[in-house]
């Protein structure tokens, strides 16, 4: 269930334009049912069964605010600056089971002159642990597979890629150059599940910046490079290996 409040409009005018300010509020509700039935070797499957059934649920309340502000314009004639808008907003989150979070979000576009645009931008995430990961409160935090699942499925790392593991990782030799994950002897990652409330959320920061060049003298011709950096802290979904 999601409920939304939103608005949005014009604040006051600068020299370069119109400030503008988006506003909004949400109440997020989720929940999650799990009827999983297995045999308890009392019997014929069709007699000798058990039921477990697990619930699992979530509220979210949010507000966000965005600014949308011009600082140049084309009138304003300022060489290799013919525009200049900056964007600011904020969004903050409280979850029922996990905590509150604050994640703010900066970028700006500058047009140095037609056909050349540089861009850059700076936010914060936070993505909550899946309900059933945490599992259900009045089971003892448990799940329907509340076990930890190794990753059977075997597949090699290179230790030029990830020095880390080298002489670290159970089964990878200091001098090892690949090293395999996910065999019989080694099951390496395991997926666990009905983990209880001290579950952290995954939190990421990310930042980028680019230039888009469209030349009057090329026409057709677009080029776009932009350098980006994310990092994340935490994990709650499974890996990937690539």
Not at 9 to 36: D, K, M, T
Not at 81 to 104: C, F, Q
Not at 174 to 201: D, E, F, H, Y
């Amino acid at each position: 269930d999601q409920l939304k409040l939103s608005a949005d409009g014009e604040l006051f005018s600068l020299p370069a334009g119109s400030v503008r300010l988006a506003a909004g509020l949400e109440n997020y509700r989720a929940g999650l049912s799990q009827q999983i039935t297995s045999l308890n070797n009392t019997g014929i499957a069709s007699k000798g069964t058990q039921t477990s059934l697990y619930s699992f649920g979530r509220s979210v309340q949010a507000g966000y605010l965005e600014f949308a502000i011009p600082v140049i314009s084309p009138s304003m004639n300022i060489p290799y600056m013919e525009k200049l808008d900056i964007d600011i907003s904020g969004r903050h989150d409280a979850y029922s089971d996990v905590g509150h979070t604050t994640n703010p979000k900066y970028s700006a576009t500058l047009l140095v002159t037609d056909g050349v645009k540089l861009t850059s931008s700076y936010s914060t995430s936070f993505v909550a642990p899946p309900l059933d990961t945490i599992g259900d409160p009045s089971q003892f935090y448990n799940s329907s597979q509340a076990a930890a699942i190794p990753y059977t499925s075997a597949f090699n790392l290179n230790t030029a890629l990830f020095p880390g593991i080298a002489g670290v990782l159970p089964g990878c030799a200091v001098t090892a150059t690949t090293c395999t994950i996910g065999s019989t002897s080694l099951p390496g990652i395991q997926a666990q599940r009905g983990g209880g409330k001290n579950l952290k959320p995954q939190t990421g920061a990310s930042w980028s910046i680019g230039t888009d060049i469209a030349p009057d003298f090329l026409p057709g011709f677009e080029a776009v490079v932009t350098f980006w950096n994310n990092s994340l802290k935490g994990c709650v979904t499974s890996p990937s290996q690539g």
